[in-house]
């Protein structure tokens, strides 16, 4: 697939699944560094929120050439990430995530905004949604560090559902017929709009289905907001 036909399928239909962007050695080594913290700082073992901040092999990955290569034929050469979190479904922690859209952002402290509105605080860190404009111009990367498939709790996805800004429950309710289930290998990664529709249901065999989520945007935020960790 041609740059342009890749940008084409995100643009259209709000997500693209790439496949085989890790090898296993690369793979490996994001699941080594973050057990390790894991381990290190007693952190929740299914949820790391400041990823960016705290595990430098993540960070490191953002800029590399098989990342920017997805992100920049979306944002341009001037993308920036923006925020990392690691999920990883589990036997102990093995839940389901309702439809939804991805609507805020992580700021380094709240300033009182037009359009920014409800903020709010999530394991220390300052939360907003901004303007539907800025959250269209963002993409966000999922990394698969394991295989996921039907049995362990896979994303699922509702084609072209971006396009229609943010969506009330009603809304949500027509257009859960036309969901897409969207499986994938390990060192694969998901390229989705933040505003595409999506959830997931508890696995019905749980084992790790550990994903990085990491999101990048390509513009500076208004009244001397600022993304936080960048």
């Known amino acids: 697939?041609?740059?342009?036909?890749?940008?084409?399928?995100?643009?259209?239909?709000?997500?693209?699944?790439?496949?085989?962007?890790?090898?296993?050695k690369e793979v490996?080594?994001?699941?080594?560094?973050?057990?390790?913290?894991?381990?290190?700082?007693?952190?929740?073992?299914?949820?790391?929120?400041?990823?960016?901040e705290i595990i430098p092999a993540v960070r490191t990955l953002t800029s590399s050439p098989k990342i920017r290569t997805l992100v920049e034929p979306i944002l341009g050469h001037v993308a920036f990430p923006v925020r990392g979190i690691f999920f990883d479904k589990n036997p102990k922690a093995n839940w389901g995530v309702s439809w939804h859209q991805d609507l805020t952002i992580a700021v380094s402290r709240p300033i009182k905004t037009p359009g920014f509105a409800p903020w709010s605080r999530k394991d220390g860190i300052d939360h907003v949604q901004p303007p539907i404009a800025l959250l269209e111009s963002m993409v966000t990367l999922r990394i698969y560090l394991d295989n996921a498939?039907?049995?362990n709790g896979s994303l699922r996805l509702i084609p072209t559902s971006h396009s229609y800004g943010r969506l009330s429950g009603k809304a949500i309710e027509k257009w859960k017929p036309l969901a897409v289930n969207c499986f994938g290998s390990v060192g694969g990664v998901l390229v989705m709009k933040p505003l595409i529709l999506h959830s997931s249901q508890p696995a019905r065999k749980p084992h790790h289905r550990r994903v990085l989520h990491l999101?990048?945007?390509?513009?500076?935020?208004?009244?001397?907001?600022?993304?936080y960790g960048t």
């Open 1 to 24: 697939m041609s740059n342009l036909e890749y940008r084409k399928a995100v643009e259209k239909f709000g997500f693209c699944f790439v496949e085989g962007v890790l090898n296993k």
């Open 28 to 52: 490996e080594l994001l699941r080594n560094e973050i057990g390790r913290i894991i381990q290190q700082n007693n952190t929740k073992h299914y949820a790391i929120r400041r990823l960016l």
């Open 149 to 151: 498939g039907e049995e």
């Open 215 to 227: 999101e990048f945007a390509a513009q500076t935020l208004p009244n001397g907001l600022e993304w």
